[in-house]
């Protein structure tokens, strides 16, 4: 049997959003290992492994700091890996342990061994170009010779990917959503809404993600305050996961600032709770593309997105809602406010439905089905 080994910073990573890579490597004759953080997991985790992989390998990649110890033991445990077993391809994902493990492959391609590259944001955008901006690009750029195949997953990345060293970059529009799971959903909203503790006056703003700096609730909180319309209610369905004390640093704020906010949890009823809402907001200051922006699109919900990387790709100003400046508040009080006015007509929930189809499963299946073709992947 073929092996593969699929490399990824966290095992979250993978269950959460490699189904389609896993699923067409097994229908093929694969056999998957995955290397990955496995302190950095997701619900699914543990299903997700057991159904599709033989082999899970803890490799400490850094998650949120790059710390050279890390670095240095992941790369070890890399070339173990590599050295005991015999993979016929590397599917690497995340920057850093993407870097590492095209470190490591650089001998066994020369022997037939593939290597592709699925960036999931590049750690440089427009609006970030600091010293680690260029370093990011730097890497990105060296390691890209020694990759058969680069993904990525927003327009902004797919531009930067093709003045790389690698020839071969193809653009997936995300990991893919399940559109009709959202769109087939139907709920009484006014009977939803009390379950989740808002009243029929109320306008709600949803936020889906883990609550982090990177997701940077803290700008709409400034914003609603500055909007100062009482019924304004601020929902974030996630939960704490790499900054623990985060939510109450949040609650704090929104008391001070006389925000009303509430915190959801973890859900399952994802398309209810957006049926349940008025707009959505995704204020992130990188997102590679966003699928919760795109979730929310799909039941119809304008979205107030940060004008970063792959968020640009589906919020149109003005259509399916409106872009702001993560690092200004006042630029999102004023995007809220259009994207209240823009609830009001008739065509707005079709743009977004209409919008949100354009990131579907199924086409990201077919990207990497045929990047997998085209570098011969498969044997026929």
Known sequence: MKRALIVSNSAGLVTLFLKNDVELLVQNGYSIDVACNINYQDSNTEEFFTKYCEKIYDVPFPIRKLNPKSLLDSYKEISKLLKNNEYELVHCHSTIAAAVARQCTKK???KGMKVVYTSHGFPFYEGNEGKNAKLFR??????SKYTDAIITICNEDYENAKKMKCKNVKIMHGVGVDINRFISTSIN???YRKKLG????????????????N?????????????GDSKIVYAICGREVTEIGKKKKLSELAEQLNVRIKFLGFRKDIPEVC????????PSFKEGLGLSGIEMLATGLP???????????YVIDGVTGYLANPEDSESFSVAIKKSFELIKKEETKEECVRKSKEFNTDQARKVIDSVYREIGVYVE
């Open 138 to 143: 730097a890497i990105e750029n060296y390691f």
């Open 198 to 213: 808002f009243n029929n006056t109320d306008k709600v703003i949803l936020s889906i993600g883990e609550i982090n700096t």
């Open 108 to 110: 066994y391609r020369e």
């Open 189 to 191: 909203k006014k009977e």
């Open 275 to 282: 049926y349940s809402s008025d707009i959505g907001a995704l």
């Open 215 to 227: 997701k940077n609730h803290k700008v709409v909180i400034e914003a609603i305050n500055r909007i």
């Open 303 to 313: 979205v107030v997105g940060s004008n970063r990387q792959g968020i640009k790709d």
